[in-house]
């Protein structure tokens, strides 16, 4: 185990990487998930933990496996093209985890533009548009999601927060990576102030009748997270229905089972990948100057008053990773209670490392 250091709540200890990464590829292969399969799906998750997106890292494994268990993931899935063109590909996942299904989604869409349909809870988006960065490419990554947020005027959850995330290379300065879900705020951050017993800020749920609340009890009942920016996260999420859920032939809306509670039913959820080729329309070395210039303007920029810094976007997790690498994965009390319950479930109680 990591030494606990540089830990600020909701963070509680910290574990080495490699020995996190042993542990969950086990549990996976206990439900029958293929080695390479489950190599993916816990590299997509430690890594996430690594980069501080506490919300969609290996917390959500216990529950993954129980949806491989119950029917409502298939882990011996293995995604396929259905049709294509020279620009684009339909796969079916065929309700595979969605970190397979993901991987496989960026990975052609590394060759032409990719819809991904039918396949799972994929984690964070920024996952998969992290892959083509080595690559020389701009990634995009999208999701919808089962309805969990409302909508203006509405009442009650009508949508899915929907995440969006996109990749953008440099060269000698940090990558822009960003990686939001639609809403005020991720839904595991409000489960993660209900669980530590304290109120949420008023603004990021609404209760049964559409008004604000500061109770994060609300949300698993019969509240609904409230759109980012108002009728502009909405219209956002729209999009990404539209392209993630219409288009790649997946759920739409209230079509797609709530995957955190009902683990018997496949989730059907949808993605959609895009890959651009810098070099198939500017020289590489001019694309990386323009970046790195851009990028520098807005890590130079004036600082307000009492700010010490500005910050690109994906630069707090890029440096989160870095102290992840030296020190250890630093995880939650919710993720330590989960892996511990995982370790359990599977028979591996011996070799969780926390």
Not at 105 to 122: D, I
Not at 181 to 192: D, H, L, N, Q
Not at 308 to 327: K, Q
Request: with cysteine; proline share 6%; aromatic share 6%.
């Amino acid at each position: 185990m990591a030494e606990s250091v540089m830990l600020e709540p909701p963070f509680v200890i910290r574990v080495d990487a490699e020995t996190l990464k042993t542990f969950c590829m086990e549990a996976l292969t206990t439900v029958g998930m293929a080695v390479e399969h489950a190599r993916i799906t816990t590299e997509c998750l430690v890594r996430t933990d690594m980069r501080g997106i506490y919300t969609h890292g290996t917390v959500s494994l216990r529950r993954y496996v129980q949806l491989m268990r119950d029917g409502g993931i298939d882990p011996r899935a293995v995604p396929e093209i259905t049709n294509e063109g020279p620009a684009w590909a339909m796969i079916d996942a065929h309700q595979a985890v969605g970190m397979v299904a993901g991987h496989v989604g960026m990975t052609t869409a590394m060759k032409k533009a990719a819809g991904c349909g039918y396949s799972n809870h994929f984690g964070a988006a920024s996952a998969y548009t992290l892959m083509v960065l080595d690559q020389g490419m701009i990634g995009m990554a999208m999701s919808n999601t089962d309805v969990v947020m409302s909508i203006p005027n509405g009442r009650g959850a009508q949508i899915g927060n929907n995440p969006l995330s996109y990749a953008v290379p440099a060269r000698t300065q940090p990558p822009l990576v960003l990686d939001i879900a639609m809403s005020t705020v991720a839904g595991g951050k409000v489960v993660s102030m209900k669980n530590q017993g304290k109120p949420i800020p008023e603004g990021w749920l609404t209760d049964k009748d559409g008004l604000p609340t500061t109770d994060p009890g609300v949300f698993t009942v019969h509240g609904a997270l409230t759109p980012l920016g108002g009728h502009k996260g909405y219209g956002l999420a729209l999009m990404v229905e539209s392209l993630a859920g219409v288009l790649a032939g997946a759920g739409i809306t209230t079509d797609m089972p709530t995957w955190a509670k009902e683990s018997r039913k496949a989730c059907n959820e949808g993605h959609t990948f895009i890959a651009v080729d810098i070099a198939a329309m500017m020289p590489k070395n001019e694309f990386y100057t323009r970046m790195d210039e851009l990028i520098r303007r807005m890590r130079t920029a004036p600082k307000a008053k009492n700010a010490t810094r500005t910050y690109i976007p994906g630069e707090m997790e890029y440096e989160s990773e870095a102290v992840a690498r030296t020190h250890g994965v630093a995880l939650t009390d919710t993720a330590v209670a989960n892996l511990r319950g995982l370790a359990e479930d599977t028979g591996l109680g011996g070799r969780c490392p926390v």
